[in-house]
């Protein structure tokens, strides 16, 4: 059961007893009341410092509610109880003593902990006593209001709202939206915000309060119009123009994009909105766009990380290494929240620039977070490729994933240096011994599968991947893995086509399942479908797996012009390519 988030028991008697006893001087004691008569708020001395007199005519305003043993108990078994989980009994002590005493601090009380326990009639009636208490505590009134809205009780609602906009008009309206989140009836928030608006019509914020609300309901046309308005009232106000393009957004990315470029090029000054418009160029796969008006932003923004990491991932994205490295190793200078990434990305940098010496000196500066077991795949590669396998080996072994997910990660670097220097049975023990303490890893179970296949361990294969599709079952590339298998290697084609028609459903654009398909049906003898799938597959992704595949159903049918010519474009960018040139010595020696 979740504990109460509450004072400890010896801050909850200290207030208890701060309750019961008068402010006083050890030089000069002052006479205090029986404990019996001894009021909750007691009357302290006069002294010059005017933080005391505040506290003290604070404390004079409160009720002047004797602190008898039965109050005492009452509030001790409400905090112990909310200590120990009992939410239940705190709550319904803290709102009978709230009811007793009406004294303001235990009626706030009450209402955090009705909240908490999301008992909102436990929480509106305390809420009520506290306002009643302390009708000019803002927060009272603030936190009244939006259980009066949360509950629809918008009538008695609104005349609270009016005297809190009285008392700051501006700031009210930019925060009712919050105060109004969590109502249902989005269309009656509506056309309250706009009768509470209604007196002021000459104030952006009203607008903007109005347009949200239109937002919330829908009404997205409706939206900007007002924010045209707020516009109007007050030109270039980035709050406004931030809310117009979220809005702009839900319908048409592109609208919201043209949006934020006109106002740009009207008030170039807009610093926050600039940035939204590169995060969302960003999101729009506009990285050119992006990287210019992220590289404006450093200016905008001087020594702000996040704004020169984007310009530096930008850059590197770009291919533009060096201009890359300089915002990054900026970036780690303005002491950037998450350190490991930006290293990361420094190192991926160096490896742009062959300087692998430079890149394993950042790699290993990445401590913690996503990023830890990426690093040391990547030294461990670069050790690999300098010839030092068992010293890459002993690296990834050595390192501690911070989560069973990043552990599992690990295993598979291991396994994949391993493959990737040849060693298939080195690489399947690693898998076998990694499932021995992640059984039910569907991604250390595809992998071994993969390496069963290069080890004639079929069987193996075939149980593997079955489990996966158990545990993943809409994995397309699993079922495309048995079924492109099974095609290739045995004669349980209508089998295969059954799991790469399942495939084909759950990716239907995939070129490596399109692949699969058509060479299942190549080797169902279905010469023309065949080359159907397989044309569709290279237009997507002109593999060389696949122009392998497609050559050799040209081939087939007769037209080895096409199929040699084929597979001569593909060896031009793929020359080491071991199933392109098994499949030209084969047919075409």
């Given at each position: 059961?979740?504990?109460?988030?509450i004072?400890?028991?010896?801050a909850?008697?200290?207030?208890?007893?701060?309750?019961?006893q008068?402010?006083?001087?050890?030089?000069?004691?002052?006479?205090?009341?029986?404990?019996?008569?001894?009021p909750?708020?007691?009357?302290?001395e006069?002294?010059?410092?005017?933080?005391?007199?505040?506290?003290?005519?604070?404390?004079?305003?409160?009720?002047?509610?004797?602190?008898?043993?039965?109050i005492?108990?009452k509030?001790?078994?409400?905090?112990?109880?909310?200590q120990?989980?009992?939410?239940?009994?705190?709550?319904?002590t803290?709102l009978?003593?709230?009811?007793?005493?009406?004294?303001?601090?235990?009626?706030?009380?009450?209402?955090?902990?009705?909240?908490?326990?999301?008992?909102?009639?436990g929480?509106?009636?305390?809420?009520?006593?506290?306002?009643?208490?302390?009708?000019?505590?803002?927060r009272?009134?603030?936190?009244?209001?939006a259980?009066?809205?949360?509950?629809?009780?918008?009538?008695?609602?609104?005349?609270?709202?009016?005297?809190?906009l009285?008392?700051?008009?501006?700031?009210g309206?930019?925060?009712?939206?919050?105060?109004?989140?969590?109502?249902?009836?989005?269309?009656?928030?509506?056309?309250?915000?706009?009768?509470?608006?209604?007196?002021?019509?000459?104030?952006?914020?009203?607008?903007?309060?109005?347009?949200?609300?239109?937002?919330?309901?829908?009404?997205?046309?409706?939206?900007v119009?007002?924010?045209?308005?707020a516009?109007?009232?007050?030109?270039?106000?980035?709050p406004?123009?931030?809310l117009r393009?979220?809005?702009?957004?839900?319908?048409?990315?592109?609208?919201?994009?043209?949006?934020?470029?006109?106002?740009?090029?009207?008030?170039?000054?807009?610093?926050?909105?600039?940035?939204?418009?590169?995060?969302?160029?960003?999101?729009a796969?506009?990285?050119?766009?992006?990287r210019a008006?992220?590289?404006?932003?450093?200016?905008?923004?001087?020594?702000?990380?996040?704004?020169?990491?984007?310009?530096?991932?930008?850059?590197?994205?770009?291919?533009?290494?060096?201009?890359?490295?300089?915002?990054?190793t900026?970036?780690?200078?303005?002491?950037?929240?998450?350190?490991d990434?930006?290293?990361?990305y420094?190192?991926?940098?160096?490896?742009?620039?062959?300087?692998p010496?430079?890149?394993?000196?950042?790699?290993?500066?990445?401590?913690t977070?996503?990023?830890?077991?990426?690093?040391?795949?990547?030294?461990?590669?670069?050790?690999?490729?300098?010839?030092?396998?068992d010293?890459?080996?002993?690296?990834?072994?050595?390192?501690?994933?911070?989560?069973?997910?990043?552990?599992?990660?690990?295993?598979?670097?291991?396994?994949e240096?391993?493959?990737?220097?040849?060693?298939?049975?080195?690489?399947?023990?690693v898998?076998?011994?990694g499932?021995?303490?992640?059984?039910?890893?569907?991604?250390?179970?595809?992998?071994?599968?993969?390496?069963?296949?290069?080890?004639?361990?079929?069987?193996?294969?075939?149980?593997?991947?079955?489990?996966?599709?158990?545990?993943?079952?809409?994995?397309?590339?699993?079922?495309?893995?048995?079924?492109?298998?099974?095609?290739?290697?045995?004669?349980?084609?209508?089998?295969?086509?059954?799991?790469?028609?399942?495939?084909?459903?759950?990716?239907?654009?995939?070129?490596?399942?399109?692949?699969?398909?058509?060479?299942?049906?190549?080797?169902?003898?279905?010469?023309?479908?065949a080359?159907?799938?397989?044309?569709?597959?290279?237009?997507?992704?002109?593999?060389?797996?696949i122009?392998?595949?497609?050559?050799?159903?040209?081939?087939?049918?007769?037209?080895?012009?096409?199929?040699?010519?084929?597979?001569?474009?593909?060896?031009?960018?793929?020359?080491?390519?071991?199933?392109?040139?098994e499949?030209?010595?084969?047919?075409?020696?």
């Amino acid at each position: 059961m979740a504990n109460l988030k509450i004072l400890p028991l010896s801050a909850a008697l200290l207030f208890a007893t701060a309750c019961s006893q008068p402010g006083v001087k050890a030089s000069q004691p002052v006479a205090v009341e029986s404990q019996a008569q001894q009021p909750v708020a007691a009357v302290v001395e006069v002294v010059a410092d005017p933080e005391a007199e505040a506290a003290a005519k604070a404390a004079a305003a409160l009720p002047r509610q004797p602190l008898t043993p039965e109050i005492l108990f009452k509030f001790l078994v409400a905090e112990v109880a909310g200590q120990r989980g009992a939410i239940g009994v705190a709550q319904s002590t803290y709102l009978d003593l709230a009811r007793q005493t009406k004294d303001p601090r235990i009626a706030r009380r009450a209402a955090e902990v009705a909240m908490f326990a999301r008992d909102q009639a436990g929480a509106l009636e305390a809420t009520r006593l506290w306002a009643a208490a302390e009708q000019d505590s803002e927060r009272a009134q603030q936190t009244l209001a939006a259980l009066l809205l949360n509950a629809g009780s918008l009538d008695e609602a609104e005349p609270i709202l009016r005297t809190l906009l009285k008392a700051d008009s501006a700031n009210g309206f930019l925060h009712l939206s919050a105060l109004m989140g969590k109502m249902r009836d989005t269309q009656a928030a509506l056309a309250l915000v706009e009768r509470l608006a209604i007196d002021y019509p000459a104030l952006p914020e009203a607008r903007f309060a109005v347009a949200q609300a239109a937002a919330s309901a829908g009404h997205f046309e409706a939206a900007v119009a007002v924010l045209q308005q707020a516009d109007s009232l007050r030109p270039g106000w980035e709050p406004a123009a931030l809310l117009r393009a979220q809005i702009l957004a839900k319908t048409s990315r592109p609208d919201a994009l043209a949006f934020m470029r006109d106002f740009l090029a009207i008030h170039p000054g807009a610093r926050e909105v600039r940035l939204a418009y590169a995060r969302a160029l960003v999101n729009a796969s506009q990285f050119t766009e992006a990287r210019a008006e992220f590289t404006r932003l450093t200016g905008d923004f001087p020594r702000n990380a996040e704004v020169s990491f984007a310009a530096g991932l930008l850059s590197l994205q770009m291919g533009d290494v060096e201009v890359a490295r300089d915002l990054l190793t900026q970036t780690l200078e303005y002491n950037p929240r998450d350190p490991d990434t930006v290293q990361y990305y420094l190192g991926q940098v160096a490896e742009q620039m062959k300087q692998p010496e430079a890149a394993a000196a950042h790699y290993v500066e990445v401590r913690t977070g996503n990023y830890l077991v990426p690093a040391r795949a990547r030294q461990a590669a670069l050790l690999a490729r300098a010839g030092k396998l068992d010293e890459a080996r002993a690296l990834l072994a050595a390192t501690r994933g911070e989560n069973d997910a990043q552990n599992v990660r690990l295993i598979q670097a291991q396994a994949e240096l391993l493959r990737d220097s040849k060693e298939h049975t080195a690489a399947f023990e690693v898998l076998s011994e990694g499932l021995k303490r992640f059984p039910d890893s569907a991604d250390l179970l595809y992998d071994r599968a993969m390496v069963a296949e290069k080890l004639d361990k079929l069987d193996v294969l075939e149980a593997d991947l079955r489990r996966v599709i158990v545990l993943r079952p809409d994995d397309a590339q699993a079922y495309n893995a048995l079924g492109y298998t099974l095609a290739d290697r045995t004669n349980r084609l209508a089998e295969a086509i059954g799991l790469l028609d399942k495939a084909l459903s759950l990716a239907p654009e995939d070129p490596f399942i399109l692949d699969s398909v058509g060479w299942a049906q190549y080797r169902s003898g279905n010469l023309a479908r065949a080359q159907e799938y397989l044309e569709r597959a290279y237009k997507v992704r002109p593999d060389p797996e696949i122009a392998a595949h497609l050559g050799e159903v040209l081939w087939a049918r007769g037209q080895r012009d096409e199929a040699g010519k084929l597979w001569q474009t593909s060896l031009q960018t793929h020359p080491q390519n071991e199933v392109l040139l098994e499949t030209q010595r084969r047919l075409n020696p």
